[in-house]
């Protein structure tokens, strides 16, 4: 299951994105409308194009791919209902997909974790943690972006605030693969070829967890 982060529509429908949702530690928006660089290229823009190419990847390796938005001109869908749509379709992996709004004089990339919320992710924690690894090294070596340098650790970041996690029942993170703020992270997110790669590492992240490497 694949997440592309925000829509192109959440702009437009504040009524819509700012609904308060339960996400079990706390409660926060349905949706937001996500970052973009200081050029105006959008992060919704760039989870969608990056989700596409992924998606296009896997189905090439014989996988069966959802995607929790088919457009990038619609509105959400909530972060409650991401979370439940890989869980109703029982994915063996899922990744919310996203490019990070952090300081201007940071880069790098992120893989975001389920922590401890007991009752919820009791059962994702251990093969999420093995996920996460896995999306971290093949991210680092064949996107070539370092790990973030103002979040997280090593490129690890574990979160219980996030509802995409909290909720979902299958193995799942989330990846801030670069800061938008940032001069050089920006111009890497903005080329298609770098999307591509991007596309890549996530695909291969993916069969190192499946195939049990």
Do not use: W
């Not at 922590?115 to 690894?133: C, H, N």
């Amino acid at each position: 299951m694949l997440d592309p982060g925000h829509n192109g529509g959440n702009a437009a429908h504040p009524e819509i994105i700012n609904q308060l949702v339960n996400v079990i530690t706390e409660r926060k928006p349905c949706d937001t409308t996500g970052t973009q660089t200081n050029a105006g290229y959008p992060e919704h823009a760039f989870t969608f194009d990056v989700a596409t190419r992924l998606a296009g990847l896997l189905r090439k390796k014989g996988a069966r791919v959802v995607l929790t938005r088919n457009s990038d001109t619609g509105v959400g869908p909530c972060i409650t209902q991401r979370a439940a749509i890989g869980n109703r379709v029982h994915a063996d992996v899922a990744i919310s997909i996203h490019a990070d709004g952090g300081p201007p004089g940071g880069y790098g990339f992120e893989v975001i974790e389920p922590g401890l919320v007991p009752g919820y992710t009791d059962k994702i924690i251990a093969p999420s943690r093995r996920l996460g690894l896995d999306i971290r090294n093949a991210y680092h070596a064949v996107a070539g972006e370092p790990y973030s340098t103002y979040i997280g650790t090593a490129g690890i970041d574990v979160r219980t605030d996030l509802g995409g996690l909290n909720l979902s029942r299958v193995p799942k993170v989330f990846i801030e693969c670069a800061n938008m703020r940032n001069t050089a992270d920006a111009a890497r997110l903005t080329s298609a070829a770098f999307r591509q790669r991007v596309a890549v590492a996530l695909a291969d992240g993916f069969s190192a967890f499946l195939h049990g490497s």
